[in-house]
């Protein structure tokens, strides 16, 4: 499947495509990481410093990335390939693990980005390999992609751990003035990274005290008791978190509050039963909002 299809599932488009058929291509824009260093920043979170090569990635809206995970020693990485439909396809079927991860720093001088990972409870490829990273470990980039903050004077950012990276980067590149919420839910006080904040903002931790990551609905309790400006031009929402509470937060962004699409990016970052290979298999269910 290519991004169009991907975004626009719900449509079950049938794309016919015209014009040169070309051979499948590596992306422009892939760029091969090693690792420089890790750092445990908490017990459940370690940031990855690669180096590289052509960072210049200097769009403060653009947050988020897929990385593609080599093995350790690896002779030839694998890289993906696009089809002249835009499709991903692997060189003789072999593929390694990707996933879509947040760039919680940029520095072009020195050509490093970090990462930070949450070390979750039912690690995947993409955790695995962070809890092993070591330096001269090869990862492959694609991106920057997505959509970050719009300008705005009141903002409400919201997520999980995985949301965590994109909320903290986006506080701090908020002008001193803005004013607004930051809800961010971890499993207790030691999860806790406090991420600065303009003067006018609040943060509120969301503890789920050992309940399981993706079963509460602290996140979207906190959203119920936001009081929201007259003006909804002025307002603007970001956050990511798992599935189930992306929907609720989705709907209840829709019907009760009736913000306009865009005023605010919401991202469904996990699925509680599925992993990412999982959920593309499942189809738009398990990443749009239901
Ligand atoms: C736009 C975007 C930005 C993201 N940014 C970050 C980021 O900066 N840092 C970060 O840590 N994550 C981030 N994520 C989330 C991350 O991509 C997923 O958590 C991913 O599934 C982890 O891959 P994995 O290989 O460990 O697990 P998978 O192989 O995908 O899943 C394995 C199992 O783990 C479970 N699982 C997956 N993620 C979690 C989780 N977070 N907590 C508990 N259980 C989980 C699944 O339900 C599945 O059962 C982002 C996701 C998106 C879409």
Redesign the pocket.
């Known amino acids: 499947m290519g991004p169009i299809g991907f975004i626009a599932a719900r449509e079950r488009l049938e794309i016919q495509w015209e014009g040169d058929q070309a051979e499948p291509a590596l992306p422009h824009d892939l760029r091969v990481l090693y690792v420089k260093s890790t750092e445990d920043i908490a017990p459940r979170?370690r940031r990855v410093t690669f180096r590289g090569q052509n960072l210049d990635y200097d769009r403060d809206d653009q947050?988020?990335c897929r990385l593609i995970f080599q093995p350790r020693g690896i002779a030839e990485p694998l890289w993906p390939m696009l089809d002249h439909r835009g499709h991903v396809v692997w060189p003789d079927n072999v593929a390694v693990?990707t996933?879509?991860?947040?760039?919680?720093h940029i520095d072009a001088a020195k050509q490093e980005i970090a990462?930070?990972?949450?070390?979750?409870?039912?690690?995947?490829?993409?955790?695995?390999?962070?809890m092993d990273a070591r330096p001269d470990d090869i990862v492959g980039i694609l991106g920057p992609a997505?959509n970050g903050p719009k300008q705005a004077e009141f903002y409400v950012l919201l997520g999980?751990?995985?949301?965590?990276?994109?909320m903290a980067r986006i506080l701090e590149s908020l002008p001193a003035t803005a004013t607004g919420h930051a809800f961010i839910e971890v499993d207790s006080k030691v999860d806790e990274l406090p991420p600065s904040c303009p003067t006018g903002g609040s943060i509120r931790w969301l503890h789920r005290n050992g309940a399981?990551?993706?079963t509460t609905t602290l996140l979207e309790g906190a959203l119920r008791c936001v009081q929201w400006p007259k003006n909804p031009d002025k307002t603007f929402l970001w956050g990511?978190c798992?599935h189930k509470a992306f929907s609720a937060i989705y709907r209840h962004l829709k019907k009760d509050i009736g913000l306009s699409r865009d005023r605010f990016v919401l991202?469904?970052?996990?699925?509680?039963?599925?992993?990412?290979?999982?959920?593309i298999a499942s189809g738009a269910e398990a990443?749009l909002p239901q």
């Open positions: 979170f947050l988020h693990p996933r879509v991860y947040t760039i919680r990462i930070d990972f949450s070390l979750h409870a039912n690690p995947g490829p993409a955790t695995r390999w962070a997505a999980d751990e995985t949301a965590l990276p994109g399981g990551a993706g990511g798992e991202y469904s970052h996990w699925h509680r039963s599925l992993s990412e290979e999982e959920i990443y």
